[in-house]
């Protein structure tokens, strides 16, 4: 089958199949049918990009939904992971221009993504070298140093990956080596590789090499973008976040009884819930963002809900972060926004 014959609906329809065998954690099943496309004549890029990376966020969706369990998405995920590199291992050819360094940001460990970029930039000519998940900045920088890349793309998923991403694209531009950005950690317009002074952004794999094509011109000087932080809110937040925690968990039992009679697992799972939303609000802190804490709210509220956990727990739980902040002017505002979101969402439509 040639690239053009296969029309986009019946790669969707592929998709489908494709979707069908990773959640079944039939890698050999999946392997088949990426490489049964290649040979057929389907771009390597295409099956990476149109394929894969959808079956890989409706993947997400579905985990969200709570219609697949976490073992059956890590199941795909891993999967996935064997048919990038079956792709990759059929389409090798020696690379033809400079070379590049690919990694995940220090605490990221959403990795998949980062890797169909890799591939896309080895498809295009370019020497990879992929370092994938939760890559400490100190050892990127040796790397680096031994390596001397043209540029390093950097991959963070989650906004409360912003701090460390920060330091690490610093860092990478102290030592003359020129930053990427991408991935919905940086936003989706890519507001926060500009604010952080990444070099350039990018939303897609095949966008990202397009630029790198061009080059990095860089964005204009952020030093005064983060001024902000001189409130030292998000400093003293993170400092003091094992001893909010633990205030908080008591807090919430009772405000919210239906706690007092949850299991060991069930109270596992509330306290990382709230660890997410202390996280996710210093991330917000960090680059003033309200929407960046706002979001998480509404996201997790649907998430909750499809798990049987009611939105006024949700609200309690900000509740009383919002009373504990009383010298957090900035986070008390997001917090009070984040109620609103959690009372005004709905639940997840998948």
């Not at 990221?108 to 992929?130: K, N, Q, S």
């Given at each position: 089958m040639s690239s053009t014959i296969l029309s986009a609906e019946n790669l969707r329809a592929a998709g489908e199949t494709y979707l069908e065998r990773i959640g079944e954690a039939d890698e050999y099943g999946a392997v088949d049918l990426v490489l049964g496309l290649l040979d057929g004549g389907v771009p390597a890029e295409r099956l990476l990009l149109e394929l894969i990376a959808p079956a890989q966020r409706r993947v997400g969706e579905l985990w969200a939904a709570n219609t697949w369990s976490v073992a059956r998405e890590h199941g795909a995920t891993a999967v996935s992971e064997r048919a990038i590199a079956a792709i990759a291992t059929r389409t090798r050819t020696e690379p033809t221009r400079g070379r590049l360094?690919?990694?995940?940001?220090?605490?990221?460990?959403?990795?998949?993504?980062?890797?169909?970029?890799?591939?896309?930039?080895?498809?295009?000519?370019?020497?990879?070298?992929?370092?994938?998940?939760?890559?400490?900045g100190p050892h990127l920088i040796t790397h680096l140093h031994q390596t001397g890349p043209d540029a390093v793309a950097l991959g963070c998923?989650?906004?409360?990956?912003?701090?460390?991403?920060?330091?690490?694209?610093?860092?990478?531009?102290?030592?003359?080596?020129?930053?990427?950005?991408?991935?919905?950690?940086?936003?989706?317009?890519?507001?926060?590789?500009?604010?952080?002074?990444?070099?350039?952004?990018?939303?897609?794999?095949?966008?990202?090499?397009?630029?790198?094509?061009?080059?990095?011109?860089?964005?204009?000087?952020?030093r005064d973008a983060l001024g902000h932080l001189a409130d030292e809110e998000y400093t003293h937040l993170t400092r003091r976040r094992g001893e909010l925690l633990t205030r908080a968990m008591t807090a919430l039992t009772a405000a919210y009884p239906p706690m007092t009679a949850y299991r060991d697992r069930q109270l596992d799972a509330t306290a990382e819930d709230l660890g997410h939303i202390?996280?996710?609000?210093?991330?917000?802190?960090?680059?003033?963002?309200?929407?960046?804490?706002?979001?998480?709210?509404?996201?997790?509220?649907?998430?909750?809900a499809a798990r049987g956990v009611p939105a006024a727990a949700v609200q309690?739980?900000?509740?009383?972060?919002?009373?504990?902040?009383?010298?957090?002017?900035?986070?008390?505002?997001?917090?009070?926004?984040?109620?609103?979101?959690?009372?005004?969402?709905?639940d997840l439509e998948i």
């Open positions: 360094t690919v990694a995940c940001t220090d605490g990221e460990y959403h990795a998949l993504p980062t890797r169909l970029l890799a591939e896309v930039l080895r498809l295009r000519g370019w020497r990879v070298d992929f370092l994938g998940a939760n890559v400490p998923a989650l906004a409360t990956r912003l701090p460390r991403a920060h330091a690490t694209l610093t860092a990478c531009q102290a030592v003359g080596v020129p930053v990427m950005a991408g991935g919905a950690g940086f936003g989706a317009d890519g507001r926060f590789a500009r604010l952080l002074g990444a070099d350039a952004w990018a939303p897609t794999a095949d966008a990202a090499a397009d630029h790198l094509d061009r080059g990095l011109p860089g964005f204009p000087d952020p202390v996280d996710f609000l210093a991330a917000a802190l960090y680059v003033d963002d309200v929407p960046v804490f706002t979001g998480f709210v509404g996201w997790t509220r649907g998430v909750l309690a739980g900000l509740r009383i972060f919002h009373d504990e902040l009383r010298d957090f002017p900035r986070a008390r505002h997001m917090l009070v926004q984040g109620i609103e979101a959690a009372r005004a969402g709905t």
